[in-house]
Structures are given as structure tokens and as C-alpha cells.
């Protein structure tokens, strides 16, 4: 079974000026529940190759690293990310969609295939911790480009 979530919002703000918030990886520490930052060490901001070194919170380990490329990048439409840390490569994607005069705003994290101790704690602390903190990473979200407006 894969463990994911994903998490949606409506933003009063057309998909251009969502798209700096999502495509700007080092900004996501702006909307994030939890302590991170995340560098470009190389590439453009939302170009599809870039690369980033992040550190958050996760269960158990505070300055938890991960390697991040962008994947997929179509402005003002689609960011996807793959994330790698030695549980495996994890893949984010946001996807934007006008709706109204707003923009609806879709996070879907998917965790690499688990094994271990990984794969019976994780599906049980996941909805516990992840899902909560994905719900309000979007209001977050929606806070943030609501008030630069």
C-alpha cells in the first residue's frame, strides 16, 4: 500500500501570483508549519533540473536532510518535485487551477515504497502528524499570497 495525502485549498489570487510562492522552493519555509529552509545549489528558480538541499522537521529528527529536483515545471500550472533522503525518493507535486477569480491550489505528497520499521510506523503516525501538518501547510499557504496581494 503507498502512503500519501493530498491537500487543497482555494486561494483568493489568480494563479500568478500563486505561482512565485510554489515554484520558488526556498519560500515554501514562508508557508511551512514546521522549521525548514531549503538552498538552491544549482539551476533556476522553477526550472525543471534545479536542485535543492533542505532541512525540516520530521518525526524523531529535527534537521532531517533531504535532496530535492524539480521534476516537472509548467508555470502557473504544475510544480513537481522529488525529494531523496534513505527512506528513498519521495515525489510532491502542487498543481494550480483558476477557479473563479481565485486559485485552487492541490498538494499531493507520495512516499516511496517502505520497508522496515518504516513500513509499520509510517502508515500509523503519517495521518497523525503528516496529514494535520499537509491541512495547515496550505492554509499557510493561502495566508501567505492572500497577504501580499
Known amino acids: 500500500m ?20 510554489i515554484a520558488d522552493v526556498s519560500k515554501h519555509s514562508e508557508w511551512s508549519p514546521k522549521a525548514f529552509s531549503a538552498e ?18 520530521v518525526p524523531g ?3 532531517h536532510a533531504n535532496e530535492v529536483e524539480i521534476v516537472e515545471s509548467v508555470p502557473f500550472e504544475r510544480l513537481a ?7 528513498g525518493a519521495f515525489n510532491n507535486s502542487y498543481t494550480l487551477r483558476a477557479s473563479g477569480t481565485g486559485t485552487e491550489v ?8 517502505l520497508k522496515g520499521v518504516s ?7 503519517f495521518p497523525l ?3 494535520p501538518d499537509g491541512r495547515k501547510r496550505m492554509k499557510l499557504l493561502k495566508q501567505a499570497v492572500e497577504s501580499s496581494t
Not at 503507498?2 to 510562492?21: K, L, M, N, R
Not at 492541490?106 to 515504497?113: A, D, I, Q
Open 106 to 113: 492541490s498538494h499531493t505528497l507520495v512516499f516511496p515504497p
Open 40 to 57: 538552491l545549489v544549482s539551476g533556476e528558480t522553477g526550472k525543471v533540473g534545479s536542485r535543492y538541499r533542505s532541512r525540516g522537521w
Open 119 to 125: 513500513a509499520l510506523m509510517i502508515p500509523l503516525v
Open 129 to 131: 502528524v503528516g496529514k
Open 2 to 21: 503507498t502512503t500519501q495525502g493530498t491537500y487543497t485549498v482555494t486561494i483568493d489570487a489568480p494563479p500568478e501570483q500563486v505561482w512565485p510562492f
Open 81 to 87: 518535485l522529488r525529494s531523496e533522503d534513505k527512506m
Open 61 to 63: 529528527e529535527k534537521e
